[in-house]
């Protein structure tokens, strides 16, 4: 964490003497990209409605092994404990919206202070490789064995966010970051709910409840 709070300081510092178009640019591409930590990409577009007002909407995508911390700990259903590193070869898809907007309380100066807000809806679907009792035809019978296998799970998570950030441009590259709190919440199938912990740290992907946030994104001025 305060590694990120250093990134972004030193990119405001160094941005705020440069010479910007924000007050004449209306639409803006923007990445974020601490969501690579996550295997997740996120993507927004930002429209200037007038000086002190700003709407973006944009959108999440996940791929990949899950392959962080927050589904090692737990034992399965079944009274087992799970090879640490099958656990970390958990396979994630996933993808959501968001929306927000962004009020700048001052338009005078390149100190272009804003306060926000966010509402970011995503869907995961995993595919957990875990042990458990699986069945197998033989002859017409059926039988069950216990090994590692994989199981289907998923989880919704809807979380609302307010924070106070500060904005710097240079020529057509923009900068945003801002520090702040979230709530999200999560519904988990039971398959994820039996199997993981990927409850217990903020940025897990079925996490409840309020958190810190802090964030950044970097972003071209396209008109």
């Not at 004449?24 to 601490?34: D, E, T, V």
């Not at 259903?77 to 929306?99: H, L, P, Y």
Request: charged share 15%; with cysteine.
């Amino acid at each position: 964490m305060k590694k990120y709070l250093a990134i972004v300081a030193f990119l405001i510092i160094n941005s705020a003497c440069a010479q910007n178009s924000f007050d004449s640019s209306k639409l803006s591409f923007n990445i974020q990209p601490l969501y690579l930590a996550i295997n997740g990409f996120k993507a927004d577009f930002e429209y200037s409605i007038n000086s002190k007002i700003h709407i973006f909407v944009g959108g999440q995508y996940y791929t990949g092994l899950v392959n962080q911390g927050g589904g090692k700990s737990k034992e399965n259903s079944i009274g087992s404990t799970a090879d640490q590193s099958k656990r970390n070869n958990d396979e994630i898809n996933g993808k959501g919206f968001n929306v927000g907007v962004k009020y700048y309380f001052e338009t005078e100066t390149d100190n272009h202070l804003f306060i926000g807000g966010e509402l970011q809806h995503n869907r995961f679907d995993f595919v957990l490789n875990d042990y458990g009792y699986f069945s197998f035809i033989d002859d017409g019978v059926t039988f069950y064995e216990y090994r590692i296998g994989k199981f289907d799970a998923n989880c919704i998570q809807t979380t609302g966010s307010l924070y106070l950030g500060q904005t710097f441009s240079k020529g057509k590259f923009v900068f945003n970051g801002w520090i702040g709190s979230s709530y999200s919440n999560a519904e988990a199938s039971n398959n994820l709910n039996n199997l993981r912990n990927y409850d217990n740290i903020f940025w897990d992907y079925s996490f409840n409840g309020f958190s810190p946030l802090i964030g950044f994104k970097l972003g071209y001025f396209i008109f």
